[in-house]
Structure formats: structure tokens, C-alpha cells
């Protein structure tokens, strides 16, 4: 039985620079570092790669994690910061937010990069930004009480 989304994960080829953009900006919670090195054949089973080796750290924020990896080896190719978000894959994180404007501001002042100003869709408000590697962040903010997509 599935019970929900527990966390969705990034690549980086800076943990630190994203842990802290997640972190001192964003306001994640920083739950646990680690890693592992060359020579663990269940992880390298387990991940689809072979001499695998990287960095690690568990974020939360509410009910739901975000894993970051750096990998050691082998190490990914970097992905275009300006990737369009149409592109096949996971497409972007969304946060749930309360004053969407408040927060659309903050993370601009701190140098957050957005596709542009927060727009209304009925019940909810949403702008895209980007995180310092690309990844696209969502700011949602479900306004009305008995909409579906309202979290607790």
C-alpha cells in the first residue's frame, strides 16, 4: 500500500551551495548528512551505476524530504540552468506557501531567480523560481479552504 510522497531528490555538483540555498533560504531543516564511498556494490545495485560515490544530506520542510546528492563518481553531466520546463523528467518541487507575494519577494531579494511575478489560476497563486543549480521551485498558494489541492 502506497501511503504518500515521502521525498523527492536532486543532483548537484555543489551539496554545499544547495544545502545552504535550501536551507538558509528557502527555511528547510537540515535532518542528516552522509554518503558513501567506492566499493559499496548494493548502493551502486541500487542506483544503476557502477563505482558509485557521493555526498548526501536529507532536508525536510513539513511533512515531506528533499535528498540532495553530489556524486563523486562518476560525476554527472551538469544540466542547462535554463532548462525549459517541458523538457521529459521531473519537471519542478512545489512548496506550499501562505503570502505568496511576501515569499515571492524574500526569495527574490536574496537573488532567487523567477520566470516572473506570482499569477492567479482561480483558487490558488503560483510563481516559478529557480534554485542556484536551475532546479525549478514552485511557490503555491491554495487560497480557498475547500479546494482539493489544499494540504492540512
Known amino acids: 500500500m502506497i501511503n504518500g510522497l ?3 531528490a536532486i543532483s548537484t555538483h555543489d551539496i554545499e551551495r544547495i544545502v545552504d540555498f535550501y536551507v ?3 527555511g528547510f531543516t537540515l535532518v542528516s548528512r552522509g554518503g558513501w564511498a567506492v566499493g559499496r556494490d548494493e548502493i551502486d545495485g ?3 551505476l557502477k ?4 555526498k548526501t544530506a536529507i532536508l525536510q520542510t513539513g511533512n515531506g524530504f528533499l535528498e540532495i546528492f553530489e556524486y563523486l563518481t562518476p560525476r554527472g553531466a551538469p544540466r542547462d540552468p535554463d532548462y525549459p520546463v517541458c523538457d521529459t523528467g521531473f519537471t519542478h ?3 506550499n506557501v501562505t503570502g505568496i507575494d511576501a515569499e515571492f519577494e524574500r526569495l ?4 532567487m531567480r523567477f520566470h516572473g511575478p506570482p499569477i492567479d489560476a482561480g483558487a490558488l497563486r503560483a510563481a516559478y523560481g529557480r534554485d542556484p543549480d536551475g532546479n525549478v521551485v514552485e511557490l503555491i498558494e491554495v487560497l480557498s479552504a475547500d479546494h482539493p489541492f489544499r494540504l492540512a
Open 108 to 111: 527574490s531579494a536574496a537573488g
Open 46 to 48: 541500487l542506483v544503476g
Open 51 to 54: 563505482a558509485s560515490s557521493s
Open 24 to 26: 538558509d533560504i528557502i
Open 93 to 95: 518541487i512545489g512548496l
Open 6 to 8: 515521502h521525498h523527492a
